[in-house]
């Protein structure tokens, strides 16, 4: 078989570019990223960047990797280099990402006053004693001395010579995210010392430059020295921006490292979702490195685009084409540019459930591409599937929502003869609807990937307008039923705080997210009521307020859509919300609708208070789908049916990357038994 022609629009994306003394195989580069998995889950790590070496990118990078014990992000995992007993298993990630011609970097940090050390119950470190940034632990970091920053500079010299040993090729000086020590001595809110490390801007930058200087000399003869560097702190007002100190760093250590990895600070903003940035978000920030230095710069910008790709190069503003979410969706990206395979791209949707999990210490999944985390511990290939064991055998999936597509199109690709049949006029499930509202179209990828992977596959039928009753699922006479009947959303209030409905929850004035996603809209003064504490309830009171409704947020969370702290967006949801003028009322419930009023209560106190409102929105939870499920349920049992099985929503309602997890599973379980 002849394999497919690169278009040569592209051929600038597969040049090499040398980086110190080692050369990479082309411009694509995975950069440092936290998967969750840490030392004790080497099997993990090692096949997850493996995977994606072999998908043909040219770099791949591991995440924070700590220098000494007092840098520690516990309860989150981090691989470690600081005694030589961690070289062994960390040279298994190299080897194995070796083996496919990529270059392996490692990304060797402090986390300074942003982790607690809380594992090996040290004092964290800080250029000024101040509370950790990112954790509630009731202990401060203390200010570090001169005995300190000397072995500070030890651990990093001695940990780059491990990383040598282990065979990396890029070794990297971290000083990004508000996560590093680095950082903290440039950032004169964190900086209050008086001797040659603080106050005037070289000072301050003394650290950064003799760490840089120590590594070289360590490691720089074999090993590519790269800097990590966050050009400007978009979370609150800071010295450290594009135009002030972010600037003069790379002025001042223009051609000191190898390589400059720039992006901005912190998470939310680097990482943000794609309801509030656009692929290539960093560009104004970043735009400026390379016009000061003569060494190859790497930045992000969640591309998916080779075209947004080849303009970076074109323009100036990037040598290599950074990525980690969407090396996460899609592993095999290079190699399908390179195959001009563009249209089974699986585009990163930019949701974060691949951050969500991360930040709950658990490892790493994604929406688009339910292998992510799973290729050891599930076997499962992004790309490859087994055969099926049996052919001719016929498969029906009742539902085409994100589950159901993701099975189906699961086991085409083995082999089997697929239908799927959905009772709507559109594929896409809860994604038909929810794509149209404010800023989630982006999501709409998950179905589209889907369905234009199956509209080219000759054993798999599609049906739509095919509202199928449980006889009609039995006179199919498939070998097996797959429902992914999805879920509804309750109309009764019942959720985390209510057991039993909320009174009044019947009256004409009061909706279900349903009724908005299908453009039956209130007026006046509306309350929307957030029990699921992800995005709903946030995106209905946005779709409100901008139809011109009064809107008032409550829920009985501490904070807005606290699920979304770990999306890295809840600053993003409540800004949006202030900019718009929703009213935000958190720890609160409500006890009863009226008309025209309703009754809330403070969870702390018990206090009641009667708020006027016109209508209310009920975002409380949902219920499976599942009635022609169990009605198949009885004719498996009475031999109707061969064989039979629920997932996603229909299962148990969750998030969209839970629902093609179970697509995948069911799709690479069947036949199994067999």
């Given at each position: 078989m ?5 278009d040569?629009?592209?051929d ?9 003394p ?5 411009r694509?580069?995975v950069?440092?990223?936290a ?5 004790s ?30 840098s520690?992000?516990?309860p ?6 600081y005694?030589?007993?961690h ?26 006053a ?12 800080s ?5 950790p ?19 500070f ?5 001695e940990?780059?010579?491990r ?19 680095l ?5 004169t809110r964190?900086?209050k010392?008086?001797d040659?490390y603080?106050g005037?801007f070289?000072?301050r930058?003394r650290?950064?430059?003799e760490t840089?200087?120590?590594?070289k000399?360590a ?7 790269a800097v ?11 010295n ?5 100190d972010?600037?003069?760093?790379v002025e001042?250590?223009?051609?000191v ?8 600070s ?13 692929e ?8 400026f490195?390379?016009?000061v230095?003569n060494k190859?710069?790497?930045g ?9 790709m ?5 323009r100036?503003i ?5 990525a980690?979410?969407?090396?996460i969706?899609?592993p095999?990206?290079p ?17 974060n ?11 790493i999944?994604?929406t ?9 511990l599930?076997?499962w290939?992004p790309?490859n599937?087994?055969?099926a ?5 016929n ?12 099975a189906a ?12 049949a ?6 896409g499930?809860?994604l ?7 800023r ?5 990828r998950?179905?589209?990937?889907r369905?234009?992977?199956?509209q ?5 039928n ?20 797959i429902?992914a009947?999805g879920a509804?959303w ?9 057991d ?17 996603l299908s ?7 509306v ?31 501490s904070d807005p859509?606290?699920?979304?702290l ?15 003028g ?5 720890g609160?419930s ?8 309703v ?5 702390l106190?018990g206090?009641?208070e009667?708020?006027s409102?016109?209508?209310?929105v ?9 009635h ?8 498996r049992?009475a ?6 099985e629920?997932i ?11 629902a093609?997890?179970?697509g995948r599973k069911a799709?690479?379980?069947f036949?199994?038994?067999?």
């Amino acid at each position: 078989m002849e394999r497919p022609m690169r278009d040569p629009r592209y051929d600038i994306l597969f040049e090499p570019v040398q980086i110190g003394p080692v050369r990479t195989k082309n411009r694509f580069y995975v950069v440092p990223h936290a998967i969750s998995m840490g030392m004790s889950s080497m099997d993990e790590m090692v096949a997850y960047r493996q995977t994606r070496a072999e998908g043909g990118w040219g770099v791949i990078c591991i995440e924070e990797t700590m220098i000494h014990q007092t840098s520690d992000h516990a309860p989150l995992p981090d691989p470690c280099l600081y005694d030589d007993r961690h070289i062994a298993p960390i040279a298994r990630i190299v080897e194995a990402v070796k083996e496919h011609g990529a270059l392996a970097g490692v990304e060797l940090a402090h986390a300074g006053a942003s982790g607690p050390a809380a594992y090996y119950r040290e004092h964290p470190l800080s250029p000024t004693a101040k509370f950790p940034h990112y954790f509630n632990n009731p202990i401060s970091a203390r200010t570090i001395d001169k005995q300190d920053i000397a072995e500070f500079r030890r651990w990093y010299r001695e940990a780059a010579v491990r990383a040598k040993t282990a065979g990396f090729d890029i070794v990297y000086v971290y000083c990004a995210h508000n996560l590093s020590l680095l950082q903290d001595f440039l950032d004169t809110r964190t900086n209050k010392r008086t001797d040659e490390y603080g106050g005037a801007f070289e000072n301050r930058l003394r650290l950064l430059r003799e760490t840089l200087c120590d590594v070289k000399d360590a490691v720089g003869d074999s090993c590519a020295v790269a800097v990590r560097f966050a050009v400007e702190d978009r979370r609150r007002v800071s010295n450290i921006t594009a135009q002030e100190d972010g600037r003069r760093v790379v002025e001042a250590l223009a051609d000191v490292p190898d390589l400059w990895d720039v992006n901005v600070s912190d998470w939310p903003w680097d990482s943000g979702s794609s309801r509030y940035f656009e692929e290539g978000q960093q560009e104004p920030f970043i735009d400026f490195v390379k016009k000061v230095t003569n060494k190859p710069v790497v930045g992000v910008g969640r591309f998916t685009s080779p075209d947004a790709m080849v303009s970076q190069i074109k323009r100036g503003i990037l040598d290599l084409i950074g990525a980690a979410r969407p090396s996460i969706a899609d592993p095999f990206l290079p190699n399908k540019i390179d195959e001009g395979r563009h249209d089974d791209i699986r585009e990163c949707i930019g949701c974060n459930a691949c951050t969500a999990e991360v930040m709950t210490s658990v490892r790493i999944r994604c929406t688009q591409n339910p292998s992510a985390g799973e290729e050891h511990l599930m076997g499962w290939h992004p790309e490859n599937v087994p055969p099926a064991h049996d052919p001719d055998k016929n498969i029906l999936v009742v539902g085409g929502g994100p589950a159901g597509l993701e099975a189906a199109h699961t086991l085409a690709r083995r082999g089997y003869q697929v239908s799927i049949a959905d009772a709507g006029s559109e594929w896409g499930g809860r994604l038909v609807r929810e794509r149209k509202m404010p800023r989630l179209s982006i999501w709409g990828r998950v179905i589209d990937y889907r369905v234009g992977q199956l509209q080219t596959m000759a054993n798999a039928n599609m049906y739509l307008d095919s509202s199928l009753t449980a006889e009609d699922v039995a006179g199919f006479e498939a070998d097996h039923v797959i429902v992914a009947t999805g879920a509804t959303w309750r109309r009764d209030g019942v959720g985390r705080n209510h057991d039993e409905p909320i009174p009044g929850c019947d009256l004409p004035h009061v909706f279900s997210p349903e009724d908005i996603l299908s453009g039956q809209l209130p007026s006046g003064e509306v309350i929307v009521y957030d029990e699921d504490y992800f995005y709903m309830a946030t995106v209905v009171a946005e779709r409100l307020a901008l139809a011109g409704c009064k809107v008032t947020y409550v829920t009985t969370a501490s904070d807005p859509a606290p699920w979304t702290l770990n999306t890295l967006e809840m600053v993003h949801v409540i800004n949006s919300m202030n900019e718009i003028g929703i009213e935000i009322i958190v720890g609160t419930s409500i006890v009863s609708i009226s008309e025209g009023e309703v009754k809330t209560s403070r969870l702390l106190t018990g206090a009641e208070e009667l708020r006027s409102a016109d209508a209310v929105v009920l975002v409380t939870g949902q219920i499976s789908h599942d009635h022609l499920y169990h009605e198949l349920v009885n004719k498996r049992d009475a031999g109707e049916i061969l064989s039979l099985e629920r997932i996603g929503d229909c299962l148990g309602p969750g998030q969209i990357a839970q629902a093609t997890r179970d697509g995948r599973k069911a799709g690479m379980q069947f036949g199994s038994q067999a």
